[in-house]
């Protein structure tokens, strides 16, 4: 029989934490789990990544409510996939904002790929039934948009591919406060499935020079220093470089996708393999790095009969 996906053994509550990181800055973490950022300005509130389900959402919006009465006005999605973004629904935000290219992932795999997250991980889809579709956004930008919340500035960035290709970063300038979504991710494995990985690493630099002083990571806990946030973006950018140097060698020596994921093991295992959902994330990061290092740009939309696939093929 067939070894289930880590993430099917995955059951065991998180604890969560809201805290605030900046003078409007919050961040909603929970051990390895989906972060989501909160932006509290003069005239109301933006989150940032909508958890996966209105369910899920309701404990994100008591929070909110315990520190501000002030409308949520904007749910910000840092990019497309399923968990960050199905839970929009329950905030009743005035706009909902992406990116262009975000959108467009959306219409191209947004039903895939919410199926095949669910299928993969259903513990981080809490009251399924709840989500009514598919978040359509109802603002969309081009590279760059600010809103204004009353006298804070609020900077929406499209900085460049990575995580995937359409990733939004959310940036406080007056306080150098980075809502970065699953660009970096700290602590915890690196989801890099549909990744821009040849590209990531630069975007990355384009973070660490804004000199971030607090950062809320997409996974793993919130940085409440330039040192520890350069440290976050130090460790998501070291993991993708290593992950595509791994596949190029695995395909220029002429390896399968199962010898090349047992060496990336080998080599990757003994610095990031304790961390949370890190076996969960290889066998999809691997599959992706050997996809790109092959030639394939366009990373390929994973259905829930490609994952069953690609597992029975490294097996």
Known sequence: MTKAFASKNDLGPK????EQISEHGWAYTAEGDPNSGVIIGDDGVMVVD?????????????????VTDKPIRYVTL?????????GASAF????????RPTYELIVERGK????SEYERFPRLFQAADSVPGLTWPTMVFERQMTVYMGKLEVQLIQIGPGHTRGDTIAWLPGERTLFSGDLVEFNAGIYTGDAQLEEWPDTLDKLRALKPKALVPGRGPALKSEADS?????????FVRQLLACAREGVKAGKSLKETYAATRARLDPVYGS????????????????????GIKNPRIWTAERDMEMWNSIA
């Not at 909508?50 to 929070?63: E, F, K, N, S």
């Not at 840092?78 to 199905?86: Q, T």
């Not at 009743?92 to 990116?99: C, H």
């Not at 350069?230 to 070291?238: E, G, H, R, S, Y």
Request: proline share 4%; charged share 25%; with cysteine.
């Open 15 to 18: 604890t969560i934490t809201f």
């Open 50 to 66: 909508a958890t996966a389900t209105p369910v899920m959402a309701q404990d994100l919006i008591a929070r909110i409510r315990k």
């Open 78 to 86: 840092s990019h497309y996939h399923a968990v960050r973004v199905l």
């Open 92 to 99: 009743k935000a005035e706009q909902v904002i992406a990116s």
């Open 112 to 115: 895939e790929d919410w199926q």
């Open 230 to 238: 350069v440290k976050a973006i130090d460790f998501t950018q070291n």
């Open 275 to 294: 961390f949370p959902i890190y076996e969960h994330c290889m066998p999809f990061d691997v599959s992706r790095a050997f996809d790109e290092a092959s």
